[in-house]
Structure formats: C-alpha cells, structure tokens
C-alpha cells in the first residue's frame, strides 16, 4: 500500500468506526466487511434484512452503511426512505448502495431514496476507498422536505454513473438568495402537508427555519431575522402544546414570504441600530 493510501485509511478510520452492511447473501456481506477492515474500519456489523438493519441503526448507530439494492427480506430503497424519515440518531448517516445493477434507473432511485453513493459489482478496494472517501471527507448539503430526505440530490456523482443529471461541477454551496428560495418552497410544502404528515412536517419547518436563520444572520437581515424569530415562536408552541394546527403555523410564516423572491428587504436604519 502506497504511502498516499496509508494516509487515506488512517484519515478514513478516524471518520468511520463503526459500520453497518446489509446484503441478503453472507458471503457478499463479509467481503465489504474484510475490505472496510482493510481500511482501518473498527467495527462491523452485518445485517441481512431492512427490519434487522434498522434495528442495528437503533441500537449501534452506526457511522456508515452499505446496503445491497434488492434481495430476498431486504429492499435497500425502502430501508433508507425509512431511515431517513426517522428518528434515530443515525438517520443523516451517509449511505452507500451496492449493486451488480448499474441501470441509470437504478441509480436514480437510489438517490431519490436519500442514498449518497452508488457503488457497482464487482468493485476495487480504490473503489469503496473513493466512495468511503466521497461521503465521509465531503460532507453535502442535507434537505429536509416532504418528498424527499436527505442528502442534497444535486451533487450526487457516483464514479460510474454519466447519466444527464450528473453535476460535477455543482461542489459550491448554493447562495444565500437561492438557499432562501429553496427553503421558502421546501416550507410551503410542509405546512401544506400539516394534517397528512405531522412529524415530518415539523421536522422539516424546524430545518427550513434554522436555514433561514442562517441566511439572515450571513447578510445581516434584522428583518428577516425578526421574521424567522416569530416563526420559530409558533413551532415552539406547537412543540410545547403537542398541536401543530396549520392556521397558527401560517400566521406565524407570515411575515417571511415576503423574501420569497429573493430580492431582499432593505432594513430600516433604525432596526439595524438596534
């Protein structure tokens, strides 16, 4: 192993010590296990069912999974949408998909599943290395809607995909008008989905909120921070009285469509005195 390689497995390990695999077929399942262990992983866990790996998340929250697409007990696309939807610890933790099915519509829905990466069989130890390397070094942006969870779809760029929706180029966090656009669309659409899917329509108003935050305290907006406060106070409530009732949250995400062009309000001279 190359002195470059042995800096990689060192930088890994620190990132990743404990894994989980989830693959129907034992034998298949050992061999990620023997080459994660290659690359200085502690701790592995093998799993051969969806139910079982979530499971495992519960009770060992595991740093990293790799998970086989399909098999028998085991659909990798529903075990992650699962994870991603809930509330274990571990449920940002990145994900990386195997499969000998490398179809262009494979891979696109593994990403519309929450999946980081996409890793086709049979594979090199440089290639779990590059992907291992991918989602623990470069951390992506996470999305917190309705329709989707995880990890931001625009970057997806598994080594062997080159499809058209492959964005190479699209490594820049976006900037903050166009995080203020997304964050306003991905609210409108939780509190519209109040009433069908309460728990992750809070999740999703409490993400959009702090990412606004975010956004107002970066290009100093009193306005919009006193706009996202009052947000806030109204999902607070809503945590503190076990409600989440779609008028009171509407009223309190009143004063923040107003940003919702991306055009910024000017502060009143007075309010930035403040």
Known sequence: MTNAANLLTSEVAQH????????????SARLVAELLKTLGVGSISLETSGSGALGVCERLEPQV????LAGPKLNGLDMVRKLRRSDLPCRTAPVVMITAEARAAAIIAARDSGVHEFLRRPFTLGQL??????VMLHPREWIEAISYVGPDRRRFNSGDYKGPRKRLADHAQPADAERIRQALQILR?????????PAQALRSMQAQAAALKSCAVSGSNMRMTMAVSAFQRSLQAAVDTGRLVRPSIEAGAAGLWAFETGEFVQDDANLLEL
């Open 129 to 134: 290395t590059k992907r291992l390397e991918a």
């Open 16 to 27: 990743v010590r404990r894994a989980l695999v989830v693959d129907s077929n034992p034998a």
């Open 189 to 197: 659409a939780a509190i519209a989905a109040i009433e069908t899917q």
């Open 65 to 68: 999974i790799f998970t086989e």
